[in-house]
């Protein structure tokens, strides 16, 4: 059973930056494919950006290309989520996610989800 700890949440003006992070305990992390989702207050959970086991490819919501860089070290058993030019409306919790394979993943069936981390951008 994996378990996913998110971490670098925070508090940031618009136009600033965060690096959330993301630590996979108690599973093979290199076997899964890992993403990053999030869910706004009165808002459903969405799809933000993911990656393959080996960070072949990677995919990203149209609201975050250019601006969000996914990427993992395997040996750390680590995800991370750059997130640039933020803006107040990228405020929600982010959430970590793990899946044997991308399709289920991007689709929010994955099979490992994180407790959260908020961001809170201010205008």
């Known amino acids: 059973q994996v378990q996913l700890v998110e971490s670098g949440g925070g508090l940031v003006h618009s136009g600033g930056s965060l690096r959330l992070s993301c630590v996979a305990s108690?599973?093979?992390?290199?076997?899964?494919?890992m993403g990053w989702f999030r869910q706004a207050p009165g808002k459903e959970r969405e799809f933000v950006a993911a990656?393959?086991?080996?960070?072949?490819?990677?995919y990203y919501a149209d609201s975050v290309k250019a601006r969000f860089t996914i990427s993992r070290d395997n040996a750390l058993n680590t995800v991370y989520l750059q997130m640039n030019s933020l803006k107040p409306e990228d405020t929600a919790v982010y959430y970590c996610?793990?899946?044997?394979?991308?399709?289920?993943?991007?689709?929010?069936?994955?099979?490992?989800w994180g407790q959260g981390t908020q961001v809170t951008v201010s205008s």
């Open positions: 996610n793990a899946a044997r394979s991308l399709g289920p993943l991007r689709a929010g069936k994955s099979d490992y």
């Open positions: 108690r599973g093979t992390f290199s076997s899964y494919a």
């Open positions: 990656i393959s086991w080996g960070s072949a490819s990677t």
